[in-house]
């Protein structure tokens, strides 16, 4: 089911009262604008009770594994040259996406669109970088020694990763 409600006014809050019936790992986020790919997003994880847990153990070959939501989420967002306002904009208008922040004449170069791996277009927005749980980094930032996200595990254990894709859908 999906939470839907009116906008909740400024210097506000509200609170969600639900029963998580389903365990797994969701997400929420904006659906106002491009604020989802502007970073307003986050994981919901909804553990299983022990005996469910070992009840999947029994069932498979997978054995022990450690679940610790809060340090093995990984969650991906794209990192664009531009605000997401102005990619969405230059998108939808049908201007499509340039190397220039002016609006573009004969001369301008658009950027490539993303495709996979067999040629197939996979994006209209080139791909530029990305955040994991956001943290990344650019050789054309100046940052280049900014922190990335830090997964530690030890040899011969299992380990459960979570995994969020909220990457821009333009």
Same mark, same amino acid.
């Given at each position: 089911?999906?939470? &839907? ?11 969600? !009262?639900?029963?998580?019936?389903? &365990? ?5 986020? %904006? ?6 790919? =502007? ?9 299983? &009770?022990?005996?469910? !847990? ?11 594994? !450690? @679940? ?9 967002? @794209? ?6 306002? =102005? ?19 004969? =001369? ?5 669109? &993303?495709?996979?791996? @067999? ?6 927005? %080139? ?16 940052? !280049? ?26």
């Amino acid at each position: 089911e999906h939470v &839907t409600q009116c906008g909740a006014a400024p210097q506000s809050s509200f609170r969600y !009262i639900f029963q998580a019936l389903n &365990t797994g790992t969701y997400w929420y986020h %904006s659906h106002t604008g491009a604020q989802r790919t =502007d970073g307003l997003f986050g994981s919901l994880v909804i553990k299983e &009770t022990p005996d469910l !847990i070992a009840k999947a153990e029994n069932q498979t070959d997978v054995g022990d594994f !450690i @679940d610790q939501p809060d340090k093995y989420t990984l969650s991906f967002l @794209d990192w664009q040259v531009k605000s997401s306002d =102005d990619v969405f904009t230059e998108l939808e208008s049908g201007v499509r996406f340039y190397d220039s922040f002016q609006v573009p004449n004969s =001369d301008a170069i658009r950027y490539p669109t &993303t495709t996979s791996q @067999d040629g197939a277009e996979v994006g209209p927005v %080139s791909y530029w970088s990305g955040l994991i749980n956001g943290k990344g980094r650019h050789e054309s930032v100046n940052y !280049i020694q900014s922190r990335l996200s830090i997964f530690t595990v030890s040899p011969g254990k299992q380990y459960r990763f979570r995994l969020v894709g909220a990457q821009g859908l333009f």
